[in-house]
């Protein structure tokens, strides 16, 4: 944001007219705008670095969209700078794109999902294929990734740092099409309880990723991996 005019004062006395380029903070309200405008043209939506409160979730909803549909791209300035902050409920919803010829194909990077709250959740994913999730954080959370009746996709330098859950993997039919082609490329999950929680899987691939301390509380009555 430019602010014009704007008067100092020089050690010398005088005085001059400047223009100020002035970083604005991005909020939640000003994402989803962007996401709404961008979702049927494509393109890049970028958050600034900062920290962003995120009360209502930012949903990105690919129902019923046309075959072969531009998609748009979610990139932050690092998975250390620009951190969302959930205040109980997922921050980002992501819906749709699976089916009927579509392939999803939107790219999700470098951001952190943390939490202002005693609970907090990072991203849901659904009925999607072909989503990519590249250097994202989720740290601290209840749960870090929930993915339902999501295939093709892949998940490089994710990483899920003293939450409970890291990924959940949820098929609400066990009679339905199961997880399929889910590559996790050098990933980490450091948690409380569970690094991944999932059931029925077909075709995955863990490249070069890390478990550490999960399994160590609260883990009675759980199914889940590593």
């Not at 002035?22 to 890049?44: C, F, H, W, Y």
């Not at 409160?53 to 932050?76: E, Q």
Request: glycine fraction near 14%.
């Amino acid at each position: 944001m430019i602010i014009k005019g704007v008067k100092v004062t020089l050690p010398d006395g005088s005085t001059h007219l400047v223009d100020l380029d002035m970083p604005v903070l991005d909020t939640r309200d000003k994402i989803q705008a962007q996401i709404n405008e961008k979702l049927s043209i494509g393109g890049v939506v970028r958050m600034a670095a900062g920290r962003i409160p995120v009360s209502n979730p930012i949903l990105i909803d690919y129902t019923g969209g046309a075959f072969n549909s531009p998609r748009l791209n979610l990139s932050g300035e690092g998975n250390t700078s620009t951190v969302l902050l959930s205040s109980g409920d997922y921050v980002l919803k992501v819906i749709g794109g699976k089916g009927d010829g579509q392939v999803n194909k939107s790219v999700y990077q470098d951001f952190q999902i943390s939490r202002d709250a005693e609970h907090g959740r990072g991203m849901s994913i659904v009925e999607t294929a072909g989503i990519k999730l590249n250097n994202v954080t989720f740290y601290g959370l209840d749960i870090g990734l929930y993915l339902e009746s999501t295939q093709i996709s892949t998940f490089e330098n994710l990483h899920c740092m003293f939450g409970e859950i890291g990924v959940v993997l949820e098929q609400p039919d066990v009679f339905v099409t199961p997880f399929d082609s889910l590559s996790f490329n050098q990933c980490g999950f450091m948690g409380r309880r569970w690094g991944m929680q999932g059931g029925q899987i077909a075709n995955m691939c863990l490249f070069q990723c890390r478990v550490e301390g999960c399994g160590a509380i609260g883990t009675s009555g759980l199914s889940g991996y590593g």
